[in-house]
């Protein structure tokens, strides 16, 4: 069975400070995607980065970087310099068999 | 731009009344999905559709059905609801890669709040 964990449930931080979210995966598959997402207070669900089971190096968009251990079967999210408008619950995913599992969520609050 | 559209936003019911939700997309995706959130729980899922004509279920599918109507409608119906099932419910479609796999990236409604009385 696939399971994501997300043992974070909250994290508050001040503005510019770096943060960590953690994603532990468990899965059977060989091939499968990992995802992150963020819910900011509107409620939508915004799509932030795909990643290839294959594929382990580290992605830096922005602020925003992932480093993808498969050895740990880990994915974790880490933003620099922090900014109030970073405030979210933000989602790791696993997809494998044609549907996506998601962790419980981290509720991240950036405090100004 | 609609992307995935879900009716209604809101709904009361009561306990032990029927409902469906509804959700199109317009991005001819082949997979759709429903989730619920609940507080603490994140994004659960309910049921997929691979493919029309294709349903299969998730997590936790008891108490629910769902319909793939045609390519771009995928409703979910509560036939008895029940206060366990007061929640968000959000549906989602996504594009399939070639061989059958999924892309993965779903893209959201955005979202349907259901309470249950």
């Known amino acids: 069975a696939q399971k994501v964990t997300q043992a974070q449930t909250e994290i508050s931080v001040v503005e510019k400070e770096d943060v960590t979210l953690d994603c532990v995966y468990e899965?059977?598959?060989?091939?499968?995607?990992l995802f992150w997402y963020k819910q900011p207070p509107s409620g939508e669900l915004v799509f932030l980065i795909r990643r290839n089971s294959f594929d382990e190096q580290n992605e830096i968009s922005g602020r925003y970087s992932w480093n993808f251990q498969k050895s740990t079967s880990s994915f974790n999210f880490t933003i620099t310099a922090s900014q109030v408008v970073d405030s979210a619950v933000y989602f790791c995913?696993?997809?494998?068999?044609?549907?996506?599992?998601f962790g419980q969520g981290t509720r991240l609050t950036i405090n100004p | 731009n609609a992307g995935v559209t879900q009716t209604p936003k809101f709904q009361v019911l009561k306990t032990g009344q029927s409902m469906t939700l509804q959700c199109a997309q317009d991005?001819?995706?082949?997979?759709m999905y429903w989730y619920r959130q609940d507080p603490g729980m994140g994004l659960r899922l309910i049921y997929y559709?691979?493919?029309?004509?294709?349903?299969d279920k998730g997590e936790v599918p008891n108490g629910y059905n769902v319909s793939r109507l045609n390519k771009r409608e995928f409703s979910l119906r509560l036939e008895s609801a029940a206060p366990s099932q007061t929640s968000v419910y959000f549906c989602a479609s996504s594009e399939a890669l070639a061989g059958g796999a999924n892309t993965g990236e779903l893209f959201f409604g955005e979202g349907s709040r259901l309470t249950v009385l």
């Open positions: 995913a696993l997809e494998g068999a044609q549907k996506l599992v």
């Open positions: 991005m001819n995706h082949n997979s």
């Open positions: 899965t059977r598959d060989t091939t499968y995607y």
């Open positions: 559709s691979a493919s029309e004509g294709t349903t």
